[in-house]
Nanobody, 124 residues
Framework: QVQLVESGGGSVQAGGSLRLSCAAS????????MAWFRQAPGKEREFVAA????????YYADSVKARFTISRDNAKNTIYLQMNSLKPEDTAVYYC?????????????????WGQGTQVTVSS
C-alpha cells in the first residue's frame, strides 16, 4: 500500500509564497502519475497540477498557470508544488494524489492513492 504524506501548508498574506511537499512511502512501477488537487469549503475538489515520474510536460489548471510550479525528486519519492503570488481564492485544502495509469487526467476518480491534505490559507 502506498502512503502519501503532504506537508508545507500554512497561512500567508496575498502575494506570498508556499512550497508543498508530498512524500510517497515507496515508489512502485504501478504509481506513474502524480497530481495536486485542492478543495475549498463548499466546493468540489479541483485539479491544480500534475506530473509524471518519468518526465514529460507538467500540466496546470488555468487558474494557477505562471504562478504554481510542480516538480519531482525521484530519488526522494517526493513531489513539490511551489506556489507564488498567492491569492485569497487559492485558500483550500491541498491534496496529493497518485495514479497507476499513464497519461494525464484531471478526474479525481482516476487517481488511486490520496494524501490526507494540507491546509493553505491566503489572507487579503
Amino acid at each position: 500500500q502506498v502512503q502519501l504524506v503532504e506537508s508545507g501548508g500554512g497561512s500567508v498574506q496575498a502575494g506570498g509564497s508556499l512550497r508543498l511537499s508530498c512524500a510517497a512511502s515507496r515508489r512502485t512501477y504501478s504509481m506513474n502519475y502524480m497530481a495536486w488537487f485542492r478543495q475549498a469549503p463548499g466546493k468540489e475538489r479541483e485539479f491544480v497540477a500534475a506530473i509524471s515520474w518519468s518526465g514529460g510536460t507538467p500540466y496546470y489548471a488555468d487558474s494557477v498557470k505562471a504562478r504554481f510550479t510542480i516538480s519531482r525528486d525521484n530519488a526522494k519519492n517526493t513531489i513539490y508544488l511551489q506556489m507564488n503570488s498567492l491569492k485569497p481564492e487559492d485558500t483550500a485544502v491541498y491534496y496529493c494524489a497518485a495514479r497507476r495509469s499513464i497519461g494525464h487526467t484531471i478526474n479525481t476518480y482516476a487517481y488511486d492513492y490520496w494524501g490526507q491534505g494540507t491546509q493553505v490559507t491566503v489572507s487579503s
